[in-house]
Nanobody
Framework: LQLVESGGSLVQSGESLTLSCAAS?????????VGWFRQAPGKERQGVSC????????YSAISVKGRFTISNDHTKNTVYLQMNDLRPEDTAVYYC??????????????????WGQGTQVTVSS
């Protein structure tokens, strides 16, 4: 499974941005748990929001609750992260990830097997 992210950009504080993560080569994301993670300079990669294969949000970081929304368009095999009211502290490389779903999958980065290449989001104040 190959994942391709897009949508990263330089934006002003308070603006919105939508990241996309597509399964390439006609692959399906059915049966996969999916998630968005981010890594700021000098920090570990952390979960932002994760979704089960049945579209249940299994995790949303406290810092993004009420601002970021994860969704999965199964007809397009594409996962989205809608980000509103962006703040400078949201600046990071954002990665999408996927793993065959199970009862135990939440949003730990070590749980996920497939990763995209990352897309840079920079929020200026």
């Amino acid at each position: 499974l190959q994942l391709v992210e897009s949508g990263g950009s330089l934006v002003q504080s308070g603006e919105s941005l939508t990241l996309s993560c597509a399964a390439s080569g006609g692959a399906s994301l059915d049966g996969y748990a999916v998630g968005w993670f981010r890594q700021a300079p000098g920090k570990e990669r952390q979960g932002v929001s994760c979704l089960s294969s049945t579209d249940i949000v299994t995790y949303s970081a406290i810092s993004v609750k009420g601002r970021f929304t994860i969704s999965n368009d199964h007809t397009k095999n594409t996962v989205y992260l809608q980000m509103n009211d962006l703040r400078p502290e949201d600046t990071a490389v954002y990665y999408c990830a996927a793993v065959m779903d199970s009862t135990y999958i939440k949003c730990g980065r070590r749980e996920y097997d497939y990763w995209g290449q990352g897309t840079q989001v920079t929020v200026s104040s």
